[in-house]
């Protein structure tokens, strides 16, 4: 993994263990183009997005969404998911305050009833009905005090601010129940897809009692009217019984799950945290493979590179197979200026990938193209238009295809390349101009020709020009 942890960036959304946002859910589509440009870094990472999608296909596939869902990782410290669309957001916080695979779980499955049951759709009529109360108290209240102001009844006209001021109470308020309502829907879905897979609903009541936990220690006094979801101890009271009757409620995550689950938290506490963050949470099993794991990554980003292969290859001989231990092995040697052997890793790691990632492939690739030479150059293309065709709106990716293609002359592709990155980064205008000159160069009709005329005629939704 030579390219940073976290890259590319989309919208700053932000919602706790619920569907979009208001905003969100009025201005951002399903495109990733759509929601790019501001300040929340997606993370990028085989592993974890292997992880978190083998997670999720049984939750999904009892939800009735076999396809079409994408899950999408956020750097972000809270404990927060939600859903735009048909993607699903889960915050790396999440993924770190999880102790064991049957808490993320619980929180997929709360997502998944978001979508299953048309939330965010249903949530756009609730709102324009809320806005049209409002509306209509205002007119009334501004009705009422014009007739005040000409009968010179002071008390009219007080009633009718009352009016305006009392509706717009009520439509927020009404939104709000519709908002707790569909949260005990999700929540309740989300027992059923559990039961369905034959899993315990324990993690969901973990999560919320961790919910619980941190409000109380706040001393924060909340109105339970004024909040768009049910609070932490009603959620508990809603499906304590519930949960607590399924035969899988004694269930445990398979010992290697929970290892998969270990050396994720593992990542995000090093690359978030550094070596005090993997040390808390290996406090009890220093020795643990997980916390060899983050060892071996903390001494990669701020030790040795002879130090830190070392470890490496100690991993590598527990688990010889395992992917990511050689992905993280040419990080290493790339680090290490050694980019010929670098590549030799991630093509292994390429290789034993069970679910051929997208993100792989662009690394190799750029190992590659540090060799520098044309063969190795050619090669390099080869494999970043592979991790492309598995991840096409990796907008990082297109910069290292570019680099490789003006590397060996090829301007006009490098061209196309570098307007596809901006593209998928947001940067339209920037997209725009790139794509001409690369069309330009292009024989008319071509394919590269004709991706270049769509992005020159591509327009942002709700943009007239």
Not at 229 to 247: C, F, K, M, W
Request: net charge positive; glycine share 8%.
């Amino acid at each position: 993994m030579q390219t940073p942890f976290f890259s590319a960036l989309v919208s700053k959304v932000a919602r706790p263990f619920a569907a979009a946002s208001l905003a969100a859910a009025l201005t951002l589509s399903a495109s990733a183009s759509a929601f790019a440009q501001s300040g929340l870094a997606i993370v990028r990472d085989a592993e974890i997005e292997a992880l978190v999608r083998d997670y999720a296909r049984p939750i999904l596939k009892a939800a009735g969404l076999k396809s079409g869902v994408d899950i999408i990782l956020v750097n972000d410290r809270s404990f927060n998911a939600f859903v735009l669309g048909r993607r699903m957001f889960i915050n790396t916080g999440a993924l770190l305050q999880s102790e064991t695979p049957n808490e993320i779980i619980g929180v997929i499955a709360h997502e998944a009833g978001h979508i299953a049951g048309g939330h965010q759709e249903r949530l756009r009529d609730q709102l324009a009905r809320a806005q049209t109360m409002a509306i209509v108290s205002t007119l009334l209240g501004a009705g009422a005090i014009v007739a005040g102001a000409a009968t010179n009844s002071n008390e009219l006209a007080q009633a009718g601010g009352g009016i305006a001021i009392g509706g717009g109470e009520m439509a927020r308020r009404s939104l709000l129940g519709y908002q707790r309502t569909e949260e005990t829907t999700a929540d309740r879905s989300a027992i059923t897809y559990l039961e369905a897979t034959g899993q315990s609903a324990k993690g969901m009541l973990t999560t919320f009692k961790r919910f619980q936990s941190a409000l109380s220690l706040s001393g924060a006094r909340v109105d339970p009217y004024q909040i768009s979801h049910p609070t932490p101890q009603d959620r508990i009271s809603n499906l304590q019984q519930l949960a607590a009757s399924s035969p899988n409620y004694e269930r445990k995550d398979s010992p290697e799950l929970q290892l998969r689950h270990d050396m994720m938290r593992a990542k995000i506490a090093v690359y978030t945290d550094g070596q005090a963050g993997a040390s808390r949470l290996f406090r009890n099993n220093p020795r643990g493979l997980a916390a060899l794991y983050a060892d071996a990554m903390v001494t990669h980003l701020h030790g040795n590179p002879r130090s830190a292969l070392a470890k490496v290859d100690g991993l590598v001989k527990q688990q010889p197979k395992n992917p990511y231990f050689h992905e993280l092995r040419g990080d290493v040697l790339m680090k290490a200026n050694q980019p010929a052997q670098a590549a030799e890793a991630y093509a292994t790691a390429v290789r034993l990938d069970p679910v051929k990632s997208g993100v792989l492939p662009v690394s190799y690739g750029q190992a590659l193209l540090a060799i520098g030479k044309p063969d190795a150059l050619k090669k390099a293309v080869t494999q970043i238009r592979s991790g492309l065709d598995r991840d096409r709106e990796n907008a990082t990716a297109y910069r290292y295809l570019a680099q490789a293609y003006g590397q060996l002359g090829d301007i006009a592709e490098a061209e196309l390349a570098t307007a596809e990155g901006h593209y998928y980064s947001g940067a339209y205008q920037e997209a725009k101009i790139f794509a001409a000159r690369a069309q330009q160069k292009f024989k008319p009709g071509s394919p590269g020709w004709v991706r270049a005329q769509d992005i020159i005629n591509y327009k942002q939704p709700g943009k007239k020009k």
